[in-house]
């Protein structure tokens, strides 16, 4: 009498097809050279590489050194920039938004915050940014102001390191007289030290002038 044999374990080994092929791991490799080729296919074409990493849900892949998260941080940097310069310099007639009380865009704020987290190289580490109002005699602040930063003298600002207290807008360099209608490159948030490099002035219609400072950011919060 035979011995039985002993109970198969179906878990033990892995699935195989006609004549022990594992289809499995064989179609893994297949999709994974499509992945590959597409990519080769897209080199010489960065959109195309964005939309298909867009439409596979791939966020962290690090392609010949581009990371794809630095590539939608700048993408949406760049979309916010041109975005808020549109619809503030289009209003550059009168006063500065600034001036008013209209908060900065949310979508440039929130594109500066994910930049800042990923690729803080991306934003610039100065500009302009607009302080407040001046007397006629450029020597003293009108009531109110300064609006964007903890209140220094006017006459002792110049080399000065100063504490943002409102959140402003960051701009270009632009003509002499007019940056209000400087492109708009960043935000600094509320906490951040800025040292004041040169003064530049903007007559206001209501008397005095607006005052505008280039500035290095010396510390994000």
Request: aromatic share 6%; proline share 7%; net charge neutral.
């Amino acid at each position: 009498m035979e011995d039985p044999k002993p109970p198969t374990d179906r878990k033990a080994s892995p699935q195989k097809g006609i004549a022990g092929w594992p289809f499995k791991e064989f179609f893994s490799s297949i999709r994974e050279g499509a992945v590959t080729l597409v990519l080769l296919v897209c080199l010489f074409s960065p959109s195309c590489i964005k939309q298909f990493l867009d439409q596979s849900g791939i966020d962290e892949l690090t392609i010949f050194g581009v990371g794809v998260k630095r590539q939608k941080a700048e993408d949406e940097l760049k979309k916010a920039q041109a975005e808020t310069t549109q619809d503030v310099v289009s209003k550059a007639d009168g006063p500065p938004v600034e001036a008013t009380t209209q908060p900065v865009s949310p979508e440039l704020k929130q594109a500066v915050v994910k930049a800042e987290q990923i690729a803080p190289d991306l934003l610039p580490g100065s500009g302009w940014v607009f302080l407040g109002q001046a007397d006629a005699s450029r020597t003293s602040w009108v009531a109110g102001s300064p609006t964007t930063i903890v209140k220094v003298p006017l006459d002792a600002l110049l080399g000065q390191d100063v504490t943002v207290r409102d959140d402003v807008y960051l701009r270009a360099d632009g003509n002499a007289g007019a940056r209000a209608k400087s492109p708009i490159t960043s935000v600094v948030t509320v906490g951040s030290r800025l040292r004041v490099v040169e003064l530049d002035y903007s007559r206001a219609r209501s008397g005095g002038f607006f005052v505008w400072a280039k500035v290095s950011v010396a510390l994000r919060p």
